[in-house]
């Protein structure tokens, strides 16, 4: 029998994590938010447009032509968003979000590596970061910067 030297590199699974690297926090780009509705990511999150603005007449902070007019030019000429900005899916009947997309999601990860830094949102630095397959792991952040933590148990006294 020959004894041969063990490639942990090669034996070890990792977990990809799409994380935010900058000050500013999680955001995607509109065209990797288009991208992952057209995938049917369960992450993303599409309410009916009539749902979400109001009818003609009423006073609203959100203004449905303002939006559809910006949201319109920024798909014919490709200019930056507003930080506000409302993403409408491509047929313009759904507004999408990801308010609870899970990081390590498989179409998010190929989304990610596939639109490299066009998928970062405003203010947002996306990067994909490996970890061993069997940690138990969360997201920590300050100031929307982030990084993956291994999780641990924390316990607060009475008055927390």
Sequence with gaps: MINQPINVENDLKVRKIVINCCRGGFALSPEAMLELHERGCSGIEA??????????GDESGLDFDEQIYRWRSYRSS?????LFQTYFSSDERFVLG??????DDRDLVAVVEQLGTRANGPLATLEIVEIPDDVV???????????????HRTWYGKGQ
């Design 137 to 151: 792991w969360e997201i920590a952040e300050c100031d929307g910067l982030e990084h993956v933590a291994e999780a």
């Design 47 to 56: 309410k009916r447009v009539e749902h979400v603005f109001a009818k003609n």
């Design 78 to 82: 490709g200019e930056p968003l507003n």
């Design 98 to 103: 990801c308010p609870t997309i899970v990081r």
